[in-house]
């Protein structure tokens, strides 16, 4: 497709209430969605960016200058044909893969829009919908943790995700399973240890935890080897895979028996679905992360939950979960048996409320073609 014009539109959404990590605390979602437009159709995506460089070294301000100043004069006035072809296009910007990842999302939204196909039926889904958890930042205490796990159970969740840091972890941790002990439970550290300090996290091993998520640095994939090595709870990546080769890696290294796919991280949709292959042909589980995404992105996540490996509840929650008021006017809804509806409209199957679109962007930007 001929790209016309790219939109960016730097957003700031309010979260419903804050978000803690091990790398800190934040009240609102900042991100940048991306608008491209060609032959008739508007296609959206969203770069799943934050505002400061926590959990990666991309950000809202990277992202966007990116975009602008290198993605876009690849792709304006060019006859995109598809995702592989925007890839080989961007292979030589170095990094990058969040705001990459977005330019990708609204091309296969185009591209479903144009033939008429969700992108479940492009990519081969085999879910109408797909199961889900919900993950809780750090609380006040234990007791608090507890009291917030509580809530979301009552509203139907039947997987939790804990986020943890040192000091913050197996008491916090006890406590949750203490209060539900058939809970579906795990934990995630974000890199806030080092092997040695990991220690400390030995007991999570008899909390009956479905994983434990990127306790090391994010570019230690040997020293998630050795951890593995030590722990009957199988180790999940999520920052350390960067890619399908570092898919390949960690699965070679058995430094992991799980992966976390978030599609935006390792560059893309198209990476994505690479990586739930590689791990399907080896037997290996693989589930969706979030970024705490708007609608759209939260379209796509739904969308590539829906393949047949993704065998373990995905970090999408409804949109209640995340924000008041989102951008997209569908809003996502939790089913009682803890699951999601997978969009079935063209694309990514959302439309955007332009009113509130306005009231989050912070900054605009229009780029044509000459
Ligand atoms: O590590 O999985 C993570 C949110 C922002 C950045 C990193 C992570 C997260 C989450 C939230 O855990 C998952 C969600 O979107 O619900
Ligand atoms: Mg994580």
Redesign the pocket.
Known sequence: MKIESLKLYHIRLPLVTPFE?SFGRIDHKECILVELYAEGLTGYGESAVERDPG?NYETTGTAWHILKDFVAPLILGQDVLDAADFQRRVKGIRGHHLAKAGVEMALWDMLGKRDGKSLKAMFGGVRHKVEVGV?IGIQESAPALVQTAEGYVAQGYNRL?IKIKPGRDVADTSAVRKAFPAIRLQV?A?SAYSLETAEALKPLDDLDLLLIEQPLFEDDIWDHRKLQAQFKTPVCL?ESVVSPRHARYAIEMEACRIINIKPGRVGGLSQGLEIHEMCRARDLPVWC?????TGVGRASNLAIASLPGFTLPG?I?ASDRYYQRDITNERFKLNLDSTIDVPTGPGLGITIDEQALGQFTLAKLELKSQ
């Not at 992360?289 to 995404?293: C, F, I, P, S, Y």
């Open positions: 990590t959990y993950s995700k995630d974000n999520d992360g979030g970024m705490l995404e970090d929650s």
